[in-house]
């Protein structure tokens, strides 16, 4: 009996089932990428709102050391701490001037994720 060229049924089984699991593999692989993507997302938007706070902060002409809370947009939450570092006296009598540390903290509500930002500045002293 002469055998006619083609694939048999089982040959034809075992590929469809090699190729089941490596769409199966890809797929999950394509899901994680997405997740990733997403959680990328977040975190560039959670920096830019953590960028703006702080060039907020830094443009403004007098520093009040403290600490202050701000509710953001979305599911966002950001805490500005300005501490004045040290103080510096002109020989010449003039303005004292004071260092400041600008620290800019911004959550993202329900997750343990965040972003901190920090900046100095010279600015009028504060009295202590």
């Known amino acids: 009996m002469k ?14 089932m090699i190729a089941g699991f490596a769409l199966a593999a890809m797929l999950g692989s394509l899901e994680a990428g997405l997740a990733g993507g997403s959680r990328v997302e ?8 953590a960028r703006s706070q702080l060039a ?14 701000y509710d953001l947009e979305g599911p966002y939450h950001s805490t500005v701490e300005i501490r ?8 010449n009598g003039g ?6 540390s600008v ?3 911004v959550d993202e509500n329900g997750t343990t994720r965040s972003v901190t930002l920090n900046g100095r500045a010279v600015r009028p002293a504060m009295d202590e």
């Open 3 to 16: 055998r006619e060229g083609g694939f048999t049924l089982l040959e034809v089984i075992v590929a469809l």
């Open 42 to 49: 977040r975190d560039l938007r959670a920096t830019s709102m």
């Open 56 to 69: 907020g902060v830094l443009a403004t002409l007098s520093l009040r050391p403290g600490t202050q809370s």
């Open 84 to 91: 004045q570092v040290s103080v510096a006296t002109p020989k």
């Open 95 to 100: 303005e004292r001037l004071g260092l400041f």
């Open 103 to 105: 620290s800019v903290r």
